[in-house]
Protein backbone atom coordinates (compact mmCIF):
# COMPACT_ATOMS: atom_id res chain seq x y z
CA UNK A 1 0.00 0.00 0.00
CA UNK A 2 1.18 3.33 -1.20
CA UNK A 3 -0.38 6.37 0.98
CA UNK A 4 0.56 9.67 -0.22
CA UNK A 5 -0.83 12.36 2.24
CA UNK A 6 -1.08 15.98 1.00
CA UNK A 7 1.68 16.75 -0.69
CA UNK A 8 3.25 19.39 -2.08
CA UNK A 9 6.27 20.49 -4.42
CA UNK A 10 7.41 23.61 -5.02
CA UNK A 11 10.97 24.17 -6.98
CA UNK A 12 12.76 27.14 -6.97
CA UNK A 13 13.92 28.47 -10.63
CA UNK A 14 15.18 31.38 -11.32
CA UNK A 15 12.20 32.61 -12.36
CA UNK A 16 10.80 32.01 -9.09
CA UNK A 17 9.22 28.92 -7.36
CA UNK A 18 6.83 26.98 -9.83
CA UNK A 19 4.36 24.77 -7.88
CA UNK A 20 4.37 21.14 -9.52
CA UNK A 21 2.03 19.45 -7.09
CA UNK A 22 -0.44 21.24 -5.26
CA UNK A 23 -2.68 19.02 -2.97
CA UNK A 24 -2.14 15.53 -3.40
CA UNK A 25 -3.65 12.86 -1.40
CA UNK A 26 -3.92 9.08 -2.72
CA UNK A 27 -4.07 5.65 -1.79
CA UNK A 28 -2.53 2.95 -4.00
CA UNK A 29 -3.66 -0.79 -2.85
CA UNK A 30 -1.02 -3.32 -3.47
CA UNK A 31 -1.34 -4.96 -7.14
CA UNK A 32 -2.85 -2.49 -8.46
CA UNK A 33 -2.23 -0.47 -11.59
CA UNK A 34 -2.55 2.90 -11.39
CA UNK A 35 -2.31 5.45 -14.91
CA UNK A 36 -1.18 8.54 -14.47
CA UNK A 37 -2.78 11.08 -17.03
CA UNK A 38 -2.99 14.07 -17.76
CA UNK A 39 -0.96 16.88 -19.92
CA UNK A 40 2.76 17.83 -20.49
CA UNK A 41 3.69 19.26 -17.20
CA UNK A 42 0.79 18.27 -14.85
CA UNK A 43 3.38 16.71 -12.40
CA UNK A 44 3.34 13.25 -13.35
CA UNK A 45 7.36 12.77 -13.60
CA UNK A 46 7.38 14.88 -10.08
CA UNK A 47 4.57 12.71 -8.25
CA UNK A 48 6.50 9.26 -9.56
CA UNK A 49 9.76 10.60 -8.51
CA UNK A 50 8.29 11.38 -4.96
CA UNK A 51 6.50 8.17 -4.70
CA UNK A 52 9.53 6.61 -5.87
CA UNK A 53 11.86 8.30 -2.93
CA UNK A 54 14.09 9.41 -5.79
CA UNK A 55 13.00 13.08 -4.56
CA UNK A 56 11.32 14.65 -1.74
CA UNK A 57 7.84 16.36 -0.99
CA UNK A 58 8.39 19.93 0.09
CA UNK A 59 5.26 18.93 2.44
CA UNK A 60 3.34 16.40 3.12
CA UNK A 61 3.82 12.94 3.69
CA UNK A 62 4.46 9.26 1.59
CA UNK A 63 4.37 6.06 3.81
CA UNK A 64 5.12 2.80 1.65
CA UNK A 65 4.22 -0.30 2.88
CA UNK A 66 3.71 1.86 6.29
CA UNK A 67 7.05 3.16 6.13
CA UNK A 68 7.61 6.95 5.93
CA UNK A 69 9.73 8.19 3.42
CA UNK A 70 10.97 11.47 4.44
CA UNK A 71 12.04 10.46 7.95
CA UNK A 72 14.10 7.74 6.25
CA UNK A 73 17.82 7.91 6.66
CA UNK A 74 19.98 8.27 3.09
CA UNK A 75 21.02 4.61 3.75
CA UNK A 76 17.56 3.49 4.73
CA UNK A 77 15.96 5.00 1.27
CA UNK A 78 18.79 3.48 -1.05
CA UNK A 79 17.81 -0.04 0.76
CA UNK A 80 14.16 0.78 0.58
CA UNK A 81 14.85 1.67 -3.34
CA UNK A 82 16.05 -1.63 -3.95
CA UNK A 83 12.86 -3.04 -3.74
CA UNK A 84 11.50 -0.52 -6.72
CA UNK A 85 11.52 -0.89 -10.42
CA UNK A 86 12.44 2.31 -12.32
CA UNK A 87 11.57 3.14 -15.95
CA UNK A 88 12.91 6.84 -16.35
CA UNK A 89 11.41 8.65 -19.41
CA UNK A 90 14.68 9.41 -20.41
CA UNK A 91 15.55 6.06 -20.12
CA UNK A 92 18.59 6.55 -18.07
CA UNK A 93 20.50 3.45 -19.32
CA UNK A 94 24.72 4.06 -19.07
CA UNK A 95 25.76 4.87 -22.58
CA UNK A 96 29.47 3.13 -22.27
CA UNK A 97 27.77 -0.03 -21.09
CA UNK A 98 25.77 -3.07 -22.86
CA UNK A 99 22.16 -3.78 -22.86
CA UNK A 100 23.56 -6.88 -20.41
CA UNK A 101 25.60 -4.83 -18.04
CA UNK A 102 22.94 -2.19 -17.53
CA UNK A 103 21.02 -4.98 -16.09
CA UNK A 104 24.32 -6.44 -14.04
CA UNK A 105 24.24 -2.99 -12.37
CA UNK A 106 20.17 -2.63 -11.44
CA UNK A 107 21.30 -6.33 -10.11
CA UNK A 108 24.10 -5.62 -8.44
CA UNK A 109 22.71 -2.19 -6.67
CA UNK A 110 19.40 -4.00 -5.64
CA UNK A 111 21.83 -6.89 -3.67
CA UNK A 112 20.85 -10.05 -6.24
CA UNK A 113 22.50 -12.97 -5.37
CA UNK A 114 24.93 -12.98 -8.29
CA UNK A 115 24.33 -16.59 -9.34
CA UNK A 116 20.86 -15.61 -10.47
CA UNK A 117 21.95 -12.58 -12.45
CA UNK A 118 22.62 -14.69 -15.49
CA UNK A 119 18.89 -16.13 -15.38
CA UNK A 120 17.26 -13.10 -14.63
CA UNK A 121 18.71 -11.02 -17.14
CA UNK A 122 18.52 -13.89 -20.25
CA UNK A 123 14.63 -14.06 -18.79
CA UNK A 124 13.79 -10.41 -18.59
CA UNK A 125 15.56 -10.05 -22.48
CA UNK A 126 13.21 -12.54 -24.03
CA UNK A 127 10.08 -11.41 -21.77
CA UNK A 128 10.92 -7.74 -23.68
CA UNK A 129 12.18 -9.45 -27.28
CA UNK A 130 15.87 -8.27 -26.89
CA UNK A 131 17.65 -11.31 -26.62
CA UNK A 132 19.44 -10.47 -29.82
CA UNK A 133 20.58 -6.84 -28.54
CA UNK A 134 22.07 -7.88 -25.27
CA UNK A 135 25.53 -7.01 -26.23
CA UNK A 136 24.83 -3.57 -27.66
CA UNK A 137 24.96 -0.09 -26.08
CA UNK A 138 22.26 1.84 -25.78
CA UNK A 139 23.63 4.25 -28.48
CA UNK A 140 23.81 1.31 -30.51
CA UNK A 141 19.68 1.08 -30.57
CA UNK A 142 16.24 2.37 -31.31
CA UNK A 143 14.31 3.93 -29.04
CA UNK A 144 12.15 1.80 -28.63
CA UNK A 145 14.69 -0.92 -28.25
CA UNK A 146 16.37 1.25 -25.36
CA UNK A 147 12.78 1.66 -23.71
CA UNK A 148 12.71 -2.21 -23.62
CA UNK A 149 16.11 -2.27 -22.19
CA UNK A 150 14.74 0.26 -20.14
CA UNK A 151 11.82 -2.28 -18.70
CA UNK A 152 13.73 -5.29 -18.75
CA UNK A 153 16.22 -3.25 -16.18
CA UNK A 154 13.33 -2.74 -14.03
CA UNK A 155 11.56 -6.00 -13.94
CA UNK A 156 14.87 -8.30 -13.77
CA UNK A 157 15.01 -7.09 -10.19
CA UNK A 158 11.41 -8.43 -9.70
CA UNK A 159 10.61 -5.18 -7.60
CA UNK A 160 7.68 -4.53 -5.12
CA UNK A 161 6.87 -1.78 -6.63
CA UNK A 162 7.15 -0.95 -10.53
CA UNK A 163 7.10 2.88 -11.48
CA UNK A 164 7.22 3.81 -15.07
CA UNK A 165 7.01 6.56 -16.90
CA UNK A 166 6.00 6.74 -20.24
CA UNK A 167 6.81 3.05 -20.89
CA UNK A 168 5.42 2.72 -24.30
CA UNK A 169 6.14 6.85 -25.94
CA UNK A 170 8.86 4.85 -28.30
CA UNK A 171 6.85 1.76 -28.91
CA UNK A 172 4.84 0.70 -31.54
CA UNK A 173 1.00 0.09 -30.55
CA UNK A 174 1.80 -4.00 -30.55
CA UNK A 175 5.16 -3.26 -28.72
CA UNK A 176 3.12 -1.27 -26.41
CA UNK A 177 0.18 -3.16 -25.74
CA UNK A 178 3.04 -6.56 -24.98
CA UNK A 179 4.44 -3.80 -22.30
CA UNK A 180 1.37 -3.18 -20.82
CA UNK A 181 0.08 -6.09 -20.65
CA UNK A 182 2.86 -7.21 -19.15
CA UNK A 183 2.66 -4.75 -16.48
CA UNK A 184 -0.64 -5.92 -15.67
CA UNK A 185 0.30 -9.76 -15.26
CA UNK A 186 2.73 -8.12 -12.46
CA UNK A 187 0.21 -6.27 -10.94
CA UNK A 188 -2.19 -9.42 -11.03
CA UNK A 189 1.04 -11.24 -9.04
CA UNK A 190 1.20 -8.43 -6.26
CA UNK A 191 3.15 -5.62 -8.03
CA UNK A 192 2.11 -2.73 -7.33
CA UNK A 193 2.22 -0.28 -10.89
CA UNK A 194 2.90 3.61 -10.77
CA UNK A 195 2.96 4.23 -14.97
CA UNK A 196 2.62 7.70 -16.48
CA UNK A 197 1.15 7.73 -19.84
CA UNK A 198 -0.22 9.96 -22.14
CA UNK A 199 -0.72 6.44 -24.37
CA UNK A 200 -4.96 5.94 -23.85
CA UNK A 201 -5.00 2.23 -24.55
CA UNK A 202 -3.19 2.27 -20.89
CA UNK A 203 -6.43 2.79 -19.46
CA UNK A 204 -7.55 -0.67 -20.74
CA UNK A 205 -4.92 -2.84 -18.80
CA UNK A 206 -5.21 0.12 -15.52
CA UNK A 207 -6.66 -0.77 -12.83
CA UNK A 208 -7.03 2.60 -11.80
CA UNK A 209 -6.69 6.35 -13.55
CA UNK A 210 -5.75 9.46 -11.49
CA UNK A 211 -5.62 12.18 -13.72
CA UNK A 212 -3.74 15.01 -13.26
CA UNK A 213 -4.27 18.96 -14.25
CA UNK A 214 -1.85 21.95 -13.41
CA UNK A 215 -0.57 19.66 -9.92
CA UNK A 216 -4.46 18.87 -8.51
CA UNK A 217 -6.07 15.38 -8.76
CA UNK A 218 -8.61 15.98 -11.19
CA UNK A 219 -9.61 12.62 -11.22
CA UNK A 220 -8.94 8.91 -9.19
CA UNK A 221 -10.97 5.98 -9.87
CA UNK A 222 -11.45 2.70 -10.88
CA UNK A 223 -10.09 1.97 -14.54
CA UNK A 224 -13.46 0.05 -15.72
CA UNK A 225 -15.73 3.45 -14.11
CA UNK A 226 -13.59 5.97 -15.57
CA UNK A 227 -13.69 4.49 -19.04
CA UNK A 228 -17.37 4.28 -18.65
CA UNK A 229 -17.67 7.96 -17.93
CA UNK A 230 -15.30 9.38 -20.27
CA UNK A 231 -16.98 7.30 -22.91
CA UNK A 232 -20.43 8.49 -22.18
N1 LIG B 1 13.77 20.03 -11.36
C1 LIG B 1 12.84 20.95 -11.66
N2 LIG B 1 13.07 22.26 -11.47
C2 LIG B 1 12.13 23.19 -11.74
N3 LIG B 1 10.92 22.91 -12.22
C3 LIG B 1 10.62 21.62 -12.44
C4 LIG B 1 11.56 20.57 -12.18
N4 LIG B 1 10.99 19.38 -12.50
C5 LIG B 1 9.76 19.68 -12.94
N5 LIG B 1 9.53 21.01 -12.91
C6 LIG B 1 8.27 21.70 -13.27
O1 LIG B 1 7.21 21.06 -12.60
C7 LIG B 1 6.08 20.91 -13.46
C8 LIG B 1 5.70 19.45 -13.59
O2 LIG B 1 6.72 18.77 -14.32
P1 LIG B 1 6.68 17.22 -14.60
O3 LIG B 1 7.98 16.83 -15.22
O4 LIG B 1 6.30 16.51 -13.34
O5 LIG B 1 5.48 17.11 -15.64
P2 LIG B 1 4.93 15.84 -16.44
O6 LIG B 1 3.46 15.74 -16.14
O7 LIG B 1 5.77 14.65 -16.16
O8 LIG B 1 5.09 16.31 -17.97
P3 LIG B 1 5.44 15.43 -19.30
O9 LIG B 1 4.13 14.79 -19.71
O10 LIG B 1 5.88 16.47 -20.27
O11 LIG B 1 6.50 14.45 -18.97
C9 LIG B 1 6.46 21.59 -14.76
O12 LIG B 1 5.96 22.92 -14.73
C10 LIG B 1 7.96 21.59 -14.75
O13 LIG B 1 8.47 22.69 -15.46
MG1 LIG C 1 7.02 13.50 -17.32
Given at each position: MIEINNIRKVFATPDGDVVALKNITLSIATGAMVALMG?????KTTLLNIIGAMDTPTSGTVTLDGMHVETMQPEERATFRKRIGFVFQRFA?????SAYENMEFALRISG????DWHRRILHALDIVDMSDHAHHRPGELSGGQQQRIAVARAICIEPKILIVD??????DSQRGAAVLGLFRSYAANGTTIVMST?????EKYATDICRLRAGDIELFGPASSTIEGNRI
Open positions: PSGSGLIETAIDRDEPTANLHDPTS
